[in-house]
């Protein structure tokens, strides 16, 4: 059973940078791609970073330039390094499995970020 406890969020103007954590209880970590997920208040949760395996990177377009998603296999852990965060960047932060479908409906408490303007 994969557990995920994430971390790191709170309150900033906008523009800042915050620096999120998720510390991931499982035991093929390694070799298993992770993703950060944004869900808005009222709204779905998104797909917005993802790294694999071999340390490949992918964004989504609203995130791109400004956030940037690293692991540490040592450690089990996934992070998420924002920049320039925007209002709408509002909302609690998830990380988990990539792709969606491994999932399986496993999800942690998540961290709050709120973007004041």
């Known amino acids: 059973q994969v557990q995920l406890v994430e971390s790191g969020g709170g309150l900033v103007q906008a523009g800042g940078s915050l620096r999120l954590s998720c510390a991931a209880s499982d035991r093929d970590f390694s070799i298993n791609a992770m993703a950060w997920y944004h869900q808005a208040p009222g709204k779905q949760r998104e797909w917005i970073a993802r790294?694999?395996?071999?340390?490949?990177?992918v964004y989504s377009d609203a995130v791109k330039g400004r956030f940037t998603i690293s692991r540490d296999n040592a450690k089990n852990m996934v992070y998420l390094e924002m920049e320039g965060l925007k209002p709408e960047d509002t909302g609690v932060y998830f990380c988990?499995?990539?792709?969606?479908?491994?999932?399986?409906?496993?999800w942690g408490q998540g961290t709050q970020v709120t973007v004041s303007s």
């Open positions: 988990n499995l990539w792709p969606p479908t491994r999932i399986n409906d496993n």
């Open positions: 790294i694999t395996s071999t340390y490949r990177t």
